[in-house]
């Protein structure tokens, strides 16, 4: 079956894409999971998740128009947000090839902050993930969540597992939630096991159904989140990239700056690097960690914000 998500990059921009991910596909090779599972390590080592937009700029405002993702992204360096870097990469996987859509996922409300840490309920849609089949088999790849996701392609398999961080495990269970009213509703829960002391009890990230989103759909999910006061990235400077092997086809750690604090996690071990004390030192983490270098007007933006360090 042919993707479903409209080809909106060229030739041209698809290998300007993979030449920012320093990736160069072999010719004979086509759409599989080998070369699927490479493509999302460079990519979340390429491309961090942050929410810069809505603290770092003019209009503090996220667009998920295609033409302006991949200036942001390839030509400028920048990430983004999930919407941002799951709608730029299942673009690109589409181009490539690769029989892909998207999918709307609701974060357990124990990681937004609103009903505390051993919560077991879910917000509303706000995340966004990429749906692929490779030969007749569903995976759910996500390249947009930040530190403690997924970090290759999980197939749709009840129970299936897979390998994150240290000690970090990931599953994936197909459930209905303590929310539905109906008996009959199920829906995919990545969980997470093994990233603390009390580390054998499973706990919820996120839940997805199988459901096709359209952009259309994005467009309002994007609204809200970028612009509700509850919602934790408008209140949270983020940005985050994963670190590779020497081999560069293996995701080994990350680093991860919240607000001041940028932390380095290479295999579970964890350490503070630094702890920014000024709007120069972040810049400053942010240009020599992640690439990322933001304009004057951008620069500008935080002022008066709350996310502004004084």
């Given at each position: 079956?042919?993707?479903?998500?409209?080809?909106?990059?060229?030739?041209?921009?698809?290998?300007?894409?993979?030449?920012?991910?320093?990736?160069?596909?072999?010719?004979?090779?086509?759409?599989?999971?080998?070369?699927?599972?490479?493509?999302?390590?460079?990519?979340?080592?390429?491309?961090?998740?942050?929410?810069?937009?809505?603290?770092?700029?003019?209009?503090?405002?996220?667009?998920?128009?295609?033409?302006?993702?991949?200036?942001?992204?390839?030509?400028?360096?920048?990430?983004?947000?999930?919407?941002?870097?799951?709608?730029?990469?299942?673009?690109?996987?589409?181009?490539?090839?690769?029989?892909?859509?998207?999918?709307?996922?609701?974060?357990?409300?124990?990681?937004?902050?609103?009903?505390?840490?051993?919560?077991?309920?879910?917000?509303?849609?706000?995340?966004?993930?990429?749906?692929?089949?490779?030969?007749?088999?569903?995976?759910?790849?996500?390249?947009?969540?930040?530190?403690?996701?997924?970090?290759?392609?999980m197939p749709l398999v009840d129970g299936a597992e897979s390998q994150g961080l240290g000690t970090?495990?990931?599953?994936?269970?197909?459930?209905?939630?303590?929310?539905?009213?109906?008996?009959?509703?199920?829906?995919?829960?990545?969980?997470?096991?093994?990233?603390?002391?009390?580390?054998?009890?499973?706990?919820?990230?996120?839940?997805?159904?199988?459901?096709?989103?359209?952009?259309?759909?994005?467009?309002?999910?994007?609204?809200?989140?970028?612009?509700?006061?509850?919602?934790?990235?408008?209140?949270?400077?983020?940005?985050?990239?994963?670190?590779?092997?020497?081999?560069?086809?293996?995701?080994?750690?990350?680093?991860?700056?919240?607000?001041?604090?940028?932390?380095?996690?290479?295999?579970g071990k964890k350490e503070l690097l630094v702890t920014c004390q000024s709007e120069e030192e972040r810049l400053a983490v942010l240009e020599e960690h992640?690439?990322?270098?933001?304009?004057?007007?951008?620069?500008?933006?935080?002022?008066?914000?709350?996310?502004?360090?004084?």
């Amino acid at each position: 079956m042919a993707s479903s998500i409209p080809e909106s990059y060229t030739p041209a921009q698809l290998s300007a894409y993979l030449s920012h991910i320093s990736f160069s596909p072999p010719l004979a090779q086509g759409p599989d999971l080998t070369y699927l599972t490479v493509l999302q390590a460079r990519q979340v080592a390429r491309v961090p998740f942050e929410d810069l937009s809505l603290h770092y700029s003019p209009t503090h405002t996220i667009s998920l128009d295609p033409v302006v993702l991949f200036d942001k992204i390839v030509h400028r360096g920048r990430g983004g947000y999930c919407m941002e870097n799951n709608m730029l990469f299942g673009q690109m996987l589409a181009a490539l090839g690769y029989d892909v859509y998207f999918a709307g996922a609701r974060i357990s409300e124990r990681l937004t902050g609103s009903r505390g840490a051993e919560a077991q309920d879910f917000g509303g849609w706000s995340h966004m993930v990429n749906i692929v089949t490779i030969q007749n088999m569903r995976y759910v790849v996500d390249v947009g969540f930040g530190a403690g996701g997924s970090i290759r392609p999980m197939p749709l398999v009840d129970g299936a597992e897979s390998q994150g961080l240290g000690t970090q495990m990931l599953r994936l269970a197909y459930r209905r939630l303590r929310q539905h009213r109906d008996p009959t509703q199920r829906a995919w829960v990545l969980e997470t096991r093994g990233e603390d002391e009390n580390g054998e009890e499973w706990k919820p990230i996120y839940a997805f159904t199988t459901v096709e989103f359209l952009p259309s759909d994005f467009s309002v999910m994007n609204l809200a989140t970028s612009t509700l006061r509850t919602s934790w990235f408008t209140y949270t400077v983020v940005c985050a990239r994963m670190l590779l092997s020497e081999a560069g086809d293996e995701v080994i750690g990350n680093l991860t700056l919240v607000n001041r604090d940028l932390k380095r996690n290479i295999r579970g071990k964890k350490e503070l690097l630094v702890t920014c004390q000024s709007e120069e030192e972040r810049l400053a983490v942010l240009e020599e960690h992640f690439g990322i270098v933001l304009r004057e007007d951008e620069r500008g933006g935080i002022a008066g914000l709350g996310t502004a360090l004084r």
